[in-house]
């Protein structure tokens, strides 16, 4: 399973970004889709998550109500819209995804990883 992370950039504060992760060589029919994020010296944090069953995202409190998912499954690629952007979303952004499941929040559950795109929010 490769997955193809793209859309970081350097932003000012309040703009916006989209990120998109692209999923190809799965063989798995079914999968829930992470955005995680990490800063340098910090462990990785859930971001979102995108249920393959229901269309439901799962947001982190810290990105709810200003980040949104979204996912076009014919093209396999979860989008990640970005508005409102501060200082503290700076850090690299991954993508991941695991076989349908619960636990859609839980980072070790996820078994395939994107390389990671950066977004860097500067004031």
């Known amino acids: 399973v490769q997955l193809q992370a793209s859309g970081g950039g350097s932003v000012q504060v309040g703009d916006s970004l989209r990120l998109s992760c692209v999923i190809s060589?799965?063989?798995?029919?079914?999968?829930?889709t992470a955005w995680l994020r990490q800063t340098p010296g910090k462990e990785r944090e859930f971001v979102a998550a995108?249920?393959?069953?229901?269309?439901?995202?799962v947001y982190s409190a810290s990105v709810r109500g200003q980040f949104f998912l979204s996912r076009d499954k014919a093209k396999d690629t979860v989008y990640l819209q970005m508005n409102s952007l501060k200082p503290e979303d700076t850090a690299v952004y991954y993508c991941?995804?695991?076989?349908?499941?619960?636990?859609?929040?839980?980072?070790?559950?996820?078994?395939?990883w994107g390389q990671g795109t950066q977004v860097t929010v500067s004031s």
């Open positions: 991941a995804v695991k076989a349908n499941s619960a636990d859609v929040d839980k980072i070790a559950a996820y078994e395939y």
């Open positions: 060589g799965r063989t798995f029919s079914a999968y829930d």
């Open positions: 995108m249920p393959w069953r229901g269309d439901r995202p």
